[in-house]
């Protein structure tokens, strides 16, 4: 398997997320964190960020208006 690195700026295209916020979820532990590349270089496995994106798409999906994939409308 080939892991893709992602730089800031591609993180937060993908994201559409802040520089700022990005770092704060980071070390609250919220969002994968960075590898380190170099001295002053750092990057995010492509594969960790799509996780997070997909995990926060079921969570949205999950939180929105009472809607359960197998019953429909529940009463709310």
Known sequence: MSARI?????????TGLSRSLI????????????????ARS???IEAE???WIDARITMSRKAVSGITPDRGIRSL
Do not use: T
Not at 23 to 38: K, W
């Open 6 to 14: 992602l730089r800031l700026d591609a993180v937060l295209d993908k």
């Open 23 to 38: 770092y704060q979820l980071v070390s609250e532990g919220n969002f994968p964190a960075q590898i380190h590349l170099g």
């Open 42 to 44: 750092v990057g995010w």
């Open 49 to 51: 960020v799509d996780d």
